[in-house]
């Protein structure tokens, strides 16, 4: 199996993914994923990274940096709506009881002492747009986009129709040579629909010094350190998946594979 990709305990409860800069072998982006039954908790520490946690799906009571925040969350699919998510600034404590069944993301990256508060990040306040034509088109939710406060976190979620592609033509963000490229880290949290489906992703560079190709199964993570980083949804599956990226620098630009930029003009 890829080191890049980390599979979730799909029969299990509570934390079922765990990715860590140490156990990535980067400096900035980290996920947990939650899988919470009615009444469970999950809770943690910030100490010096930020985080936003993301209701994939279900509902559940959330305390942050001392505030109740009360009952969030609405949708019971990932496919259906807008998510519920909640800003939490480093140096704050947080918990979730479930009040559903629930699928929670934690999405964390080093915090740079902004002073920003806890704030919730309701449906209405998110933008959709939708990029690509033909079987390049695809849904996008920006939940904490660069236009948004936050120290290094970007957070997005993107609903890929089955048969179509997506990220592409292939794009990598894998140098900090601004105003051309940024550097960021990048993961991906893939779920299918119907869940018994798969897709396929294929991280590369332009040497081709790493070069995997991944066959995504429901609950699936993706790593993308550096390179180029393409998704393919098969025929009746639709895919859905969440991004979490951060680098030295809060701001998403990329760099297309010069061989494939045609199709952005054909």
């Not at 079987?135 to 120290?151: F, K, Q, Y």
Request: with cysteine; proline share 7%; net charge negative.
């Amino acid at each position: 199996m890829s080191k890049l990709l980390v599979r979730s305990q799909k029969d299990g409860h509570g934390r079922i993914v765990h990715v860590t800069p140490q156990s990535a072998g980067w400096r900035y982006v980290g996920f947990d994923l939650h899988r919470l039954r009615p009444g469970d908790t999950a809770s943690g520490e910030t100490a010096g990274r930020e985080v936003c946690l993301v209701f994939i799906t279900g509902k559940g009571q959330v305390e942050a940096g001392g505030q109740d925040l009360g009952l969030l969350g609405e949708r019971m699919s990932p496919f259906e709506g807008k998510p519920w998510s909640v800003y939490v600034p480093q140096g704050s404590d947080w918990s979730v009881r479930a009040g559903t069944e629930l699928e929670l993301a934690v999405c964390s990256a080093p915090g740079l002492g902004g002073g920003l508060p806890v704030r919730v990040i309701g449906p209405d306040e998110l933008g959709q747009e939708t990029r690509g034509k033909g079987t390049n088109t695809r849904h996008v939710t920006n939940i904490l986009p660069e236009g948004e406060p936050a120290d290094s976190l970007l957070v997005v979620e993107v609903i890929t129709p089955g048969g179509h592609t997506s990220s592409y033509p292939p794009h990598k963000h894998d140098k900090d040579n601004l105003p051309a490229e940024s550097y960021l880290e990048e993961t991906y949290y893939h779920r299918l629909n119907p869940p018994q489906g798969f897709a396929f992703q294929r991280v590369y560079t332009d040497d081709r010094s790493l070069d995997e190709a991944m066959a995504l199964e429901d609950g699936d993570v993706v790593l993308v350190p550096k390179g180029y980083h393409p998704c393919a949804a098969c025929h009746g599956y639709d895919l859905y998946y969440l991004n979490v990226m951060a680098g030295p620098k809060r701001t998403w630009k990329f760099h297309n594979a010069a061989e494939h930029e045609w199709l952005l003009k054909a």
